[in-house]
């Protein structure tokens, strides 16, 4: 059976793994290191990962393309939090013996929850609000009312028809678009499915639910985002590359839009020297969407039952590409 002695937990940014699994469990001679911080750039990695034999990923927070896995002798399981990781080379960890496995999905009702929050941010201003009864300030804002608005949600998949529904209970016009919506599910939830442009022309709150690929990158570019209302707000609690940063940096700065709120962002942690700390109108939240004690449980109690599979030589969860 495999030896376990040294694993390393990546990116607990809030120091709370333990909290989450009995990672005791673990044999005796076992090494645990945790990483508050993020590692850095690829030579980072490699320099902090090389003694290694068992490394948890959370998410997509640290790659591991070719050229980091080809550079860590000892690794011999990767866990990544969740079915499948897109910052995972999984051929290329195969090809150097690396066994990659996964744990249980979690997330999507949280992710849905964390959207609506954003979304009542940026209409009742609240982040403005609260910073202004601290300092003295009271009513500075007059909120928007989401009863009758239109609710545009680009892609209708778990996530996103979960946000669906919600609009629906607040009595909002709720439609929907993407490349393979799937009409008669939209039908039977109770949105009205229509063109790309239509939702983005007509719709006061736009929210973004899609996976991405190289089909779906750059979606919402400089074109897309002249085609919203002035008054339109934007929320994307799904990925960064989805939308054109700078095009929407623009909109924000010129007024085009009215404003946005953003749970992802290109670089994370977000760099001290970002635009987006200087965007008006604007909501930022630091990738929330599935840090919750339910995703959480899922997430590090799974993996450690990953590494204890692994060591008893019947691995779980393998993920195959």
């Known amino acids: 059976?495999?030896?376990?002695?040294?694993?390393?937990?990546?990116?607990?940014?809030?120091?709370?793994?333990?909290?989450?699994?009995?990672?005791?469990?673990?044999?005796?001679?076992?090494?645990?290191?945790?990483?508050t911080?993020?590692?850095?750039?690829?030579?980072?990695?490699?320099a902090a990962l090389r003694p290694f034999d068992v490394v948890v990923a959370?998410?997509?927070?640290?790659?591991?393309?070719?050229?980091?896995?080809?550079?860590?002798?000892?690794?011999?399981?990767?866990?990544t939090t969740g079915p499948i990781n897109a910052a995972i080379d999984v051929a290329a960890a195969r090809q150097r013996g690396i066994m990659v496995s996964g744990t249980r999905g979690a997330g999507l009702t949280a992710?849905?929850?964390?959207?609506?929050?954003?979304?009542?941010?940026?209409?009742?201003?609240?982040?403005?609000?609260?910073?202004?009864?601290?300092?003295?300030?009271?009513?500075?804002?007059?909120?928007?009312?989401?009863?009758?608005?239109?609710?545009?949600?680009?892609?209708?998949?778990?996530?996103?028809?979960s946000v669906a529904r919600i609009g629906l209970a607040f009595g909002m016009d709720v439609v929907a678009w993407s490349s393979h919506l799937d009409q008669a599910h939209a039908r039977a939830v109770g949105v009205t499915p229509v063109g790309k442009e239509e939702l983005l022309t007509t719709s006061g709150i736009v929210t973004v639910h899609l996976k991405l690929s190289a089909r779906t990158a750059g979606l919402l570019g400089r074109r897309e985002l002249g085609l919203m209302r002035p008054d339109a707000l934007l929320v994307n609690t799904s990925r960064a590359a989805l939308i054109d940063e700078q095009a929407l940096v623009e909109a924000l700065h010129s007024g085009s839009i009215g404003g946005a709120a953003l749970d992802v962002h290109p670089v994370e942690p977000l760099p001290l020297d970002?635009?987006?700390?200087?965007?008006?109108?604007?909501?930022?939240?630091?990738?929330?969407?599935?840090?919750?004690?339910?995703?959480?449980n899922i997430f590090f109690s799974d993996a450690l039952e990953g590494i204890l599979a692994y060591a008893a030589g019947a691995p779980i969860r393998v993920v195959a590409s």
């Open 37 to 46: 911080e993020p590692l850095g750039g690829a030579d980072d990695v490699v």
């Open 111 to 161: 992710t849905a929850e964390l959207t609506w929050a954003l979304i009542h941010a940026l209409t009742r201003s609240i982040p403005a609000e609260d910073r202004g009864v601290r300092t003295g300030a009271w009513q500075q804002s007059v909120g928007r009312d989401l009863h009758g608005v239109r609710l545009g949600v680009i892609g209708l998949g778990a996530v996103g028809t």
């Open 58 to 79: 959370m998410r997509e927070r640290t790659a591991f393309p070719a050229t980091v896995v080809d550079r860590l002798p000892n690794l011999c399981l990767l866990v």
């Open 1 to 35: 059976m495999p030896e376990i002695r040294r694993v390393a937990i990546l990116d607990d940014y809030q120091g709370v793994a333990h909290r989450y699994a009995d990672w005791s469990a673990l044999p005796d001679n076992a090494r645990i290191t945790v990483f």
């Open 274 to 296: 970002s635009p987006w700390r200087t965007a008006p109108r604007t909501v930022l939240t630091p990738h929330l969407g599935y840090v919750t004690e339910g995703t959480y």
